[in-house]
């Protein structure tokens, strides 16, 4: 760049520009900490969000599970039921035959995958719902419902899926 200068003679001298001033890499800098702390922030947020996704999705996999082992044993689908209280870490339901082993396997499953996690199944006829929980941490934002306490740093998260089972 050239720059027209005028001299104390009245004279027009031309120069060039030798460098960058220091204001320039000033503000070149902030806008810079500024993006990458933004791609910082959006990088958080993306984990946070990957990780709630995996867990919904190990919560779908763990009741479509118990539904499909009861629907493989309609006639045994009474002996599936296990309230939440029951079906916790280091809580497994007792049970004898296949449904018995297999409720167990399922609490343990359900323990080992979510963070906290705890199941119930309940069967009503032929109506099943089999749910799951587990704790997640609580946001700031988060809105606090009934029976949670605003200053513990998780929530208690739910999934549940209501299906039929045909008789024999």
């Not at 998780?154 to 549940?160: A, F, H, I, K, L």
């Amino acid at each position: 760049r050239v720059w027209r200068i005028m001299n104390f003679n009245g004279r027009c001298q031309y120069r060039s520009q030798g460098g960058i001033s220091l204001i320039e890499v000033l503000v070149s800098v902030l806008l810079m900490s500024v993006g990458i702390l933004g791609v910082a922030s959006l990088q958080m947020f993306s984990l946070k969000v990957n990780s709630e996704a995996n867990l919904q999705s190990q919560a779908s996999l763990q009741v479509k599970d118990i539904i499909e082992q009861i629907r493989l044993n309609p006639s045994d689908r009474n002996d599936f039921a296990v309230e939440s209280s029951g079906c916790r870490e280091g809580s497994v339901p007792g049970g004898s035959g296949f449904a018995g082993q297999q409720l167990a396997q399922w609490c343990r499953s359900v323990a080992a995958t979510l963070p906290g996690g705890q199941g119930s199944v309940t069967v009503n006829n032929g109506a099943v719902t089999a749910e799951v929980t587990w704790l997640e941490r609580r946001d700031r934002d988060d809105v606090v419902t009934e029976g949670e306490d605003a200053n513990e740093d998780t929530r208690r998260v739910r999934y549940s899926l209501n299906a039929r089972v045909a008789n024999d």
